[in-house]
């Protein structure tokens, strides 16, 4: 019997969030948490709101207020109200967060590899096209 791809996305999402996780967890953070820092480092000096991490991962409000106060209180981020916009929060990584960011982008990068490892260039380019594809969908 073929699978469905459905189920294989699962499957292939479930394991690599397994790892994310087991990997995290000697730094006391999640799989999103690190997630949430990779993203914020990799806006640069763009300023970064909360509801960039809402839509960056496709979550809701509440979920994304909780994640990131429990940031917050580990000492990772400040979320203060935005001088543009008082209903928004802007987010900043602290210096314990910018310490992590090497450590998180050393293994997302190696994850990123373990992938693709065994496909062909044109293969892996595929696969990346694949799942943006299947992203807007």
Request: glycine content about 8%; cysteine-free.
């Amino acid at each position: 019997m073929t699978p469905r791809l459905g189920g294989l996305l699962r499957d292939a999402t479930n394991q690599m969030n397994l790892e994310l996780n087991a990997f995290a967890r000697p730094y006391g953070m999640t799989g999103m948490q690190m997630s949430v820092i990779d993203y914020l480092q990799r806006q640069g000096t763009a300023v970064s709101f909360q509801v960039d991490i809402e839509h960056e991962f496709h979550i809701r409000r509440s979920t994304a207020s909780l994640l990131i106060g429990r940031m917050v209180e580990r000492g990772l981020l400040t979320r203060e109200v935005a001088a543009s916009d008082s209903r928004k929060r802007q987010l900043q990584l602290t210096a314990k967060g910018r310490e992590l960011v090497p450590i998180i982008t050393q293994h997302l990068t190696a994850q990123d590899a373990k992938m693709v490892a065994g496909l062909s260039p044109e293969a892996a380019a595929g696969f990346r096209q694949a799942l943006r594809q299947i992203a807007r969908w």
